[in-house]
């Protein structure tokens, strides 16, 4: 049923897409789980090409979708084992102000790996 819920949604996303980024659904029944490549053709990552797996609860809008960034990189906000921190993805946010990086920069140790990985979703 959520896949039938999802077709309007998923036309809009594929249709507002950047040329850099493209999805594929593993499962044409699952419209709410799927991956996200993105080729950024510009910047500090141009020339990489990242994996994100998405998946979009039923209860979506009230709900945010999980994420999880499937190509090991360094980045501030994903951890090692590709978890994401961003106040947008969180039901509630780390510090209660939509803030996740200030709180997770607590978290760091001193060679910059992360004290506790539960901070992520």
Known sequence: MLAICCVPEVQD???SLPG???VNFDNPNELHRFHLQVKPDEGFWKGGTFVFTVDVPS???MVPPKAKCLTRLWHP???EDGDICLSLLRQNSID???NCLLSYRRHIGPRGFLRNQEMCI
């Open 59 to 61: 209860e979506y809008n």
């Open 20 to 22: 850099t980024c493209s």
């Open 96 to 98: 209660g102000m939509g």
């Open 77 to 79: 906000n994903i951890s």
């Open 13 to 15: 996303l594929e249709a």
